[in-house]
């Protein structure tokens, strides 16, 4: 005779069917589920929570939910320490806030875009080096003409 596996489905049903009877017995006795307690626990703390925040924290937490924070009124002191604190960082990085990476960066990119354009301004206007005298032209060292200052005009800017 071969064994045969019992369905895991018709297991998992009857399992099921086993607790939900368990928990009517339960109820019509007047008990509690573990699943009923944890429920009243966690209200009763989130009450207490609630009753010993401030007025001044009341409203910061709700300006900052109003702004897009997680935290809620009766959330534990670590979770909503761990909300405030991503809240804070969303804030700060992307730039709507004081400090922040993004900031550090606009500035930087806005003084590398200035000393772009003052180079683009200033392509081959003054003197580069050059003759050193006018030997080629054959003066005897008078002013040359490759030292004086000439106007730039729109045509050297290469505007048109």
């Known amino acids: 005779?071969?064994?045969?596996?019992?369905?895991?489905i018709k297991?998992?049903?009857s399992q099921d069917q086993y607790r939900q009877d368990f928990e009517a017995d339960?109820?019509?006795?007047?008990?509690?589920?573990?699943?009923?307690k944890t429920?009243?626990?966690?209200?009763?703390?989130?009450?207490?929570?609630?009753?010993?925040?401030?007025?001044?924290?009341k409203k910061n937490m709700k300006e900052r939910v109003?702004?897009?924070?997680?935290?809620f009124e009766g959330g534990s002191d670590v979770g909503n320490f761990l909300r405030r604190n991503s809240y804070n960082f969303r804030k700060n990085s992307t730039g709507q806030g004081s400090g922040g990476l993004t900031d550090y960066l606009k500035q930087a990119q806005a003084k590398q875009d200035?000393?772009?354009?003052?180079?683009?301004?200033?392509?081959?206007?003054?003197?580069?080096?050059?003759?050193?005298?006018?030997?080629?032209s054959g003066s005897s060292g008078s002013e040359s003409t490759n030292?004086?200052?000439?106007?730039?005009?729109?045509?050297?800017?290469?505007?048109k």
């Open 1 to 8: 005779m071969a064994y045969s596996k019992p369905n895991p």
């Open 11 to 13: 297991q998992l049903q």
């Open 26 to 36: 339960l109820m019509e006795a007047g008990g509690e589920t573990p699943l009923m």
């Open 39 to 57: 429920k009243k626990t966690r209200a009763t703390r989130r009450k207490d929570r609630v009753d010993r925040m401030t007025d001044s924290e």
């Open 66 to 71: 109003a702004d897009g924070s997680n935290e």
């Open 114 to 136: 200035q000393k772009d354009k003052e180079e683009e301004e200033n392509y081959g206007g003054g003197n580069k080096g050059g003759s050193a005298g006018g030997s080629a």
């Open 147 to 159: 030292t004086k200052s000439q106007p730039i005009t729109a045509e050297d800017k290469g505007v």
